[in-house]
């Protein structure tokens, strides 16, 4: 990474930890995740909340040990407890980007319970409405887990960007070592026709050159009469050891080769061997720079290296920029099967959250968790099963900011 970005990204998520990034938990939002901070918050018998109303008290928790997250709700009146019975309740959470969930409540044992499940993440604005023995009573209050505010500006100059979960596919790839070679044909080593002195040499290792130029001059020994060395192919001067002065014999005075393309041979172990075949795409990545070009394999070579035990499969890659360089070590990646699915997201969108794994669901300058069930995956996607939809704005780069500023805020829910 270019050092000056590294250092704008370190300052920008230091501002976001300092709160420069947020619009403080002194709003009417910000990072408060109730109207109270947790210690603020008064707990009945039962680790609920509790609501009060004159001489009417209701406890409400959510309850999630050995079942999946519920409501539960016990009443009160001058601190003594009612049976479940002597009043009705509902509770309506307003959750990020407009969805609402009611919760209406049935007797059950000594308490009241919610009629649904509270999916995650707990992250609400909630509303308690409850009717006990002819009086009425609401509550409302903020409830926020895994929840955040960025400006857009403060975002935008963090390199956060968003965006939407649609389908994708995954593929089923395999991941391989490779080498870079010259073509056969385009490749070839000069050896002087007759022996003799060399008199004169006009190339040099690197210099480019065309077929059928002049690259020396040896004096035969044989006719006493100077002939001229020339390249049979376009291509780039690999190696030289002509030296004017020097006898030319047997031994190659030039290796010359044509290099706008290459190819790349890939070793194939085991089962690979087995089921990569010729006509399977392959991306191909430099291993000094990361750059990756995309092709098809070729062919897979009949033969069985002894020493390694591996199959090579080759492929040939374009190289007009002269970027990629022949005994150069690659990465590659076959793809032997595609798999289209409804939803995806890209792994660097992942985070960890508590023992989930998330994506950061952007509206407006609001960030929230999104707890997912995931499916298959490759290199760069994976599939989402649960727990986001089509269209949902993601935070796709620079996730990990985000992460930071909501651990930093320290939210939870009432449990």
Not at 71 to 83: I, M, S, T, V
Not at 91 to 113: I, W
Not at 181 to 198: D, K, M, N, Q, S
Not at 249 to 266: C, K, R, T
Request: a negative charge.
């Amino acid at each position: 990474m270019n050092p000056s970005k590294t250092f704008l990204i370190l300052g920008l998520a230091l501002a976001l930890v300092a709160c420069g990034a947020r619009t403080g938990a002194d709003d009417e939002h910000g990072h408060g995740h109730d109207e109270h901070t947790e210690t603020e918050v008064e707990k009945g018998a039962h680790n609920g909340r509790l609501l009060r109303e004159g001489n009417l008290i209701v406890e409400l928790a959510i309850f999630e040990d050995g079942v999946p997250p519920e409501y539960r709700a016990w009443l009160y009146r001058d601190g003594k407890p009612l049976p479940p019975d002597a009043g009705s309740l509902e509770v309506v959470l307003a959750r990020l980007g407009g969805v609402t969930d009611t919760h209406r409540f049935t007797a059950r044992g000594d308490h009241l319970v919610g009629s649904g499940v509270v999916y995650e993440p707990h992250s609400f604005d909630v509303e308690v409405r409850a009717q006990v023995d002819g009086q009425s009573a609401r509550w409302t209050y903020e409830s926020y887990e895994g929840r955040t505010r960025i400006a857009a500006d403060i975002a935008t100059q963090a390199g956060i960007r968003v965006a939407a979960a649609g389908p994708g596919v995954i593929r089923d790839e395999h991941e391989l070592q490779g080498l870079l070679t010259p073509i056969e044909g385009r490749h070839a080593r000069l050896a002087a026709r007759f022996p003799g002195p060399i008199r004169s040499i006009t190339v040099g290792v690197g210099d480019a050159v065309r077929q059928g130029q002049a690259l020396a001059t040896v004096e035969s020994n044989v006719s006493l009469a100077p002939y001229t060395i020339t390249s049979p192919i376009d291509g780039v001067v690999l190696a030289r050891s002509a030296t004017v002065g020097e006898v030319a014999g047997e031994s190659p005075l030039f290796e010359i080769a044509d290099l706008s393309a290459l190819w790349v041979d890939v070793h194939l172990f085991g089962g690979d061997a087995q089921h990569i075949v010729a006509g399977l795409p392959i991306e191909v990545t430099r291993l000094s720079d990361g750059v990756s070009a995309s092709t098809t394999l070729d062919r897979v070579l009949p033969a069985t290296a002894t020493a390694s035990q591996s199959t090579v499969g080759r492929a040939r890659i374009d190289n007009a920029d002269g970027r990629w360089r022949p005994g150069a070590a690659v990465r590659a990646r076959v793809t032997v099967a595609e798999h289209a699915v409804p939803l995806a997201v890209p792994l660097a969108a992942l985070q960890r959250f508590r023992d989930w794994d998330v994506v950061f669901v952007r509206v407006g300058d609001d960030y929230e968790i999104r707890p997912l069930e995931l499916g298959r995956r490759d290199g760069v996607h994976v599939e989402v099963l649960e727990g986001l939809k089509a269209g949902d704005e993601i935070v796709v780069e620079q996730s990990y900011l985000v992460k930071a500023d909501i651990e930093k805020s320290g939210a939870s829910h009432d449990h």
